[in-house]
């Protein structure tokens, strides 16, 4: 069957993608595009240039330790990190490949944060469309490239179905790295007071979803702000919190995107499997993603 595949962004959980392929290959299929933002483009571009295998060998090496030598951090610039490590280090493994010459065809997006668009690359150095799309704000530092300021492509388009339709595919694969645990209730906007409420009957929570569409009304005590809020959780970290963010702002992204333009086969990897920053967890991750392809694949009949 052949496979046009598209790969979301979500940091280290984009381990995931490399289960997915993994699978794909050990069925037969043949991928005749791919495209992805963010780590999915780091996935793809490796898959795309027939490193796969040894990127998956370094990934499986690294350690925290590896991590915190790799990471230059860019003292008083627009990054925590400036990826110079981390690029040379992915050169020594994908080598210096133009996108143009790449067996299959190959969609990396990034975000122009000055024109507020999306920036697809489907030419050029192979390495630098990867640096682009991977800078996640805070996080690496952005690049400069002909007048535009580059930066995670996953800011405006999680998971670009978009850049990878074609009529020679049997179907679009999407993969991405948002989803919910069972059970976790994701609609609209809800309606929030401080002050204790009865335990809502039947029509009361279905008039609540009917309304759930509209804007957040609070409702605030005159007390003093520090009395008002309960404690943070006591393991809650920066990590944590930029993890938190970023995923409900792609998730809502891509919900919206993916309604105008569905893939045909939708594998979605837990939000809660890891932190964008977990890449010393590739061996458990990688096998997520295998095992939720082999279920979809399954479902479908692939």
């Known amino acids: 069957m052949k496979i046009s595949l598209v790969l979301g ?62 990471l230059r951090p860019g ?34 997006v990034a975000t122009d944060l000055l024109s507020r668009r999306e920036i697809w690359f489907h030419e050029g150095p192979l390495l630098a469309a990867i640096r682009a799309s991977i800078a996640i704000p805070t996080v690496f530092t952005p690049v400069m490239l002909k007048g535009r300021l580059l930066a995670d492509g996953g800011l405006l388009n999680p998971l670009p179905v978009e850049t990878s339709l074609r009529l020679d595919a049997d179907l679009t694969l999407a993969v991405s790295l948002f989803a919910k645990r069972p059970g976790q209730w994701s609609g609209g906007a809800i309606e929030l007071s401080s002050d204790a409420q009865p335990e809502p009957g039947p029509l009361t929570r279905l008039g609540e979803r009917i309304v759930e569409a509209l804007p957040t009304r609070q409702k605030l005590p005159d007390d003093d702000p520090n009395d008002v809020f309960d404690p943070l959780p006591n393991n809650l970290d920066l990590t944590d919190m930029m993890t938190m963010a970023l995923d409900v702002m792609q998730a809502r992204i891509q919900a919206t995107r993916i309604s105008v333009n569905p893939p045909d086969v939708h594998i979605e990897v837990p939000a809660e499997l890891g932190t964008i920053l977990d890449f010393d967890e590739a061996s458990r991750i990688i096998a997520v993603g295998r095992e939720l392809a082999q279920e979809k694949f399954d479902e479908f009949g692939m």
Request: charged share 20%.
């Open 75 to 108: 003292l008083g610039g627009p990054g925590f990190i400036t990826g110079d490590r981390l690029m040379s280090l992915l050169r020594r493994v994908i080598g210096d490949v133009r996108i143009e010459e790449l067996p299959i065809p190959y969609t990396a």
């Open 9 to 70: 962004s979500g940091g280290a959980r984009g381990y995931a993608h490399i289960g997915v392929l993994q699978e794909i290959e050990a069925r037969g299929h043949e991928v005749v595009a791919i495209s992805g933002s963010s780590m999915g483009a780091l996935v793809g571009g490796a898959y795309a240039a027939g490193r796969l295998s040894d990127a998956t060998n370094l990934a499986l090496s690294l350690t925290r330790l590896d991590l915190w030598r790799m």
